[in-house]
T-cell receptor, first 113, second 110 residues
């Protein structure tokens, strides 16, 4: 069964460092998303991406964040200068259409120290 | 973003019992989704609902899209130990992003 895959599963980084979280969405999906979940809290929307551009972003997704689809299979989230409060699980998701169900990856646990 | 109120926050149930949880919102959604999340894992889709009034089943799971489009419920019948986990509702509008509820933690007593 096709699935969304994310790497790495766990990333530890020092405050101020740049991190890139990687995702391979389901191959025939056109809509891509990043969500995050701070420990013990609900899942929060960060950004949606379609047709090689951001279609919507939340207030969390500030200038420190960027997304890219560098080739036909990968979808990345970059945090330019990490802060302690960026520590969270980051989930990538994809859907075939914008209004169909989104499938989530296993997540990357980001720990900023 | 839209605020979803999910209840109950947690529940302890006996194996074999039925479970019910619901989500309400002050604004309407076009789609309601129910996900289950195990510790350290990503949310796994259980049921998707696309029409007001729709009642959909997936094995022992049944979910309904409220007629007002502002609420949804999920029922689990005859719970088993592997039903343990956190269940999230999520609503979606035409902007396609999902707004999640705070989750219902289900613990099953054997």
């Amino acid at each position: 069964e096709p699935e969304v895959t994310q790497t790495p599963s766990h990333q530890v980084t020092q405050m101020g460092q740049e991190v890139i979280l990687r995702c391979v969405p389901i191959s025939n999906h056109l809509y891509f998303y990043w969500y995050r979940q701070i420990l013990g809290q609900k899942v929060e929307f960060l950004v949606s991406f379609y047709n090689n551009e951001i279609s919507e972003k939340s207030e969390i997704f500030d200038d420190q964040f960027s997304v890219e689809r560098p080739d036909g299979s990968n979808f990345t989230l970059k945090i330019r200068s990490t802060k302690l409060e960026d520590s969270a699980m980051y989930f990538c998701a994809s859907s075939s259409q914008g209004n169909t169900e989104a499938f989530f990856g296993q997540g990357t646990r980001l720990t900023v120290v | 973003g839209q605020q979803l109120n999910q209840s109950p926050q947690s529940m302890f149930i006996q194996e074999g019992e039925d479970v019910s949880m619901n989500c309400t919102s002050s604004s309407i959604f076009n789609t309601w989704l129910w996900y289950k999340q195990d510790p350290g894992e990503g949310p796994v889709l259980l049921i998707a609902l696309y029409k007001a009034g729709e009642l959909t089943s997936n094995g022992r799971l049944t979910a309904q899209f409220g007629i007002t489009r502002k609420d949804s419920f999920l029922n689990i019948s005859a719970s088993i130990p592997s039903d343990v986990g956190i269940y999230f509702c999520a609503g979606q509008l035409i902007d396609y992003k999902l707004s999640f509820g705070a989750g219902t933690t289900v613990t099953v007593r054997a």
